[in-house]
């Protein structure tokens, strides 16, 4: 099985140029095998369909353009195999993730591209460095469809429907779409004549600045005056986190992420788990950690907390859902950061104090789930589920010293220390 992979950090060329330059000077010289070379072939394209969309296609078409020439494979392939070419791996290739998923790149592997989507999926794709591997989400019987998510399927029913047809030219009919907008990811926590007075004020000004967000399908509420003002806030909580996810400067990202979960919290409007409430919050954790700032870590663990508590477990049912897995992880090591580090926090150690909350027993409460999870989250050799084993033996090393009842105590305290964390969660306005 072939596999080929885009990029690291990829600010000068994009990704998928860097993707088809290599699968195109592979190619030219015959350095990928026949089999490899028939399987990617016969992968679907959507080439007349991206030729048809106009001027997106014309911007395509110069990435595409770009890839070809610079490939130096002009003598090899005319301009059309190239093109399609791009839309072939547009279509085919996944996210390069750490097995964090933090991105890397692209990835193309003719085989896992064979598996269709569904917003309800089966699997759930994880890497590990060059492996890739499907992990169950589901049973999944003989014979049965492996469906993994090639969009964020915890987004409205719109936004999904909107998401897979403009990039890869299918109405999704899952069992979820199916339903319509109907599920947890579209219900609003009021109805929108409930919008405070200061919000609706603030949705007639953006209105007024750009009169055409109401009839934006994708954050389309509905044509009476209320909803036209949530389809405006809804539009412009997701250009904020589309904005942030654009910068670089992790202060500059948590100004823009902190407006925006502003836009979802004080309008009353969003549930917690009602994107991009949840997804402005993930990317906050990591641009206060990216931040490198101690005073913010301790934001990023209250965060982390309100997110393992009332977000995950209704995004993510599954406690073995690797992204969970990965939240608590990071909740985890950022326990395991403020504990260690008083002197540079001091006010931490009072406020965890002042809570009630131990974090020896947190840490090692979160990191006995991660460790009861990740061998079907990552699998049990994979290299996340080696670093867990090791991180458990250091803390359990670590709260024995020699007397091994002192485990039995700590497990004892879990249950009293999960409310008192949940409690602690709760506090968080936003
Ligand atoms: C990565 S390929 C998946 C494999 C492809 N079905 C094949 O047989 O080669 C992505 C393409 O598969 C099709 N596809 C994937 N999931 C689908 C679904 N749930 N319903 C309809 N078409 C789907 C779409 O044409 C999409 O652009």
Redesign the pocket.
């Known amino acids: 099985m072939g596999e080929f992979m885009s990029g690291e950090s990829g600010k000068e060329v994009p990704h998928i140029v860097r993707a088809v330059m290599q699968v195109l000077i592979m190619e030219a010289k015959k350095v990928m095998s026949q089999e490899d070379a028939q399987a990617l072939h016969?992968?679907?394209s959507?080439f007349n369909h991206m030729r048809s969309t106009g001027g997106k296609w014309a911007e395509m078409s110069i990435l595409a353009r770009g890839a070809w020439t610079f490939s130096g494979t002009q003598s090899t392939f005319d301009i059309d195999t190239a093109e399609e070419m791009f839309s072939r791996l547009l279509?085919?290739c996944l996210t390069l993730v750490t097995p964090t998923f933090d991105p890397l790149g692209l990835v193309l592997d003719p085989l896992a591209?064979?598996?269709?989507?569904?917003c309800d999926p089966n699997a759930v794709v994880v890497m590990d460095g060059p492996e890739l591997s499907f992990r169950t989400l589901k049973p999944i019987g003989k014979d049965e469809e492996i469906?993994i998510s090639y969009i964020d399927v915890t987004n409205p029913f719109a936004r999904r429907q909107d998401e897979l047809k403009e990039r890869?030219?299918?109405n999704?009919?899952?069992s979820k779409c199916r339903l319509g907008p109907t599920q947890k990811e579209d219900k609003w926590a009021l109805s929108p004549d409930k919008l405070p007075g200061a919000w609706a004020e603030t949705a007639d000004v953006i209105i007024a600045s750009a009169p055409h967000i109401v009839k934006d399908p994708v954050s389309f509420v509905g044509d009476d005056k209320s909803s036209q003002r949530l389809t405006a806030l809804q539009y412009t909580a997701f250009s904020e986190l589309e904005h942030a996810r654009r910068m670089s400067e992790p202060s500059a990202m948590v100004r823009i992420l902190e407006g925006g979960m502003k836009t979802c919290f004080q309008s009353k409007m969003w549930p917690v788990y009602r994107q991009p409430y949840p997804a402005l919050r993930d990317d906050l954790i990591v641009a206060y950690i990216s931040s490198g700032e101690s005073a913010r870590f301790l934001s990023a663990f209250v965060h982390g907390v309100k997110r393992y508590f009332q977000i995950d477990p209704v995004l993510f049912p599954q406690p073995f859902h690797p992204v969970r897995v990965v939240h608590t992880y990071t909740l985890a090591t950022l326990a395991l950061w403020l504990s260690s580090a008083p002197e540079d926090c001091p006010m931490d150690a009072m406020k965890f104090l002042e809570h009630g909350i131990d974090l020896g027993v947190v840490i090692f409460g979160l990191l006995v789930e991660v460790h009861d999870n990740v061998q079907k989250s990552h699998g049990q050799n994979s290299s996340f589920a080696k670093i867990i084993q090791k991180k458990f033996e250091e803390m359990r090393t670590d709260i024995t010293r020699g007397d091994a009842g002192m485990i039995a105590q700590v497990m004892g305290k879990i249950e009293s220390q999960w409310s008192t964390l949940r409690a602690f969660g709760l506090e968080l306005e936003v």
């Open positions: 016969q992968l679907e959507h279509t085919n591209a064979r598996a269709n989507h569904s469906f890869y030219f299918f999704c009919k899952c």
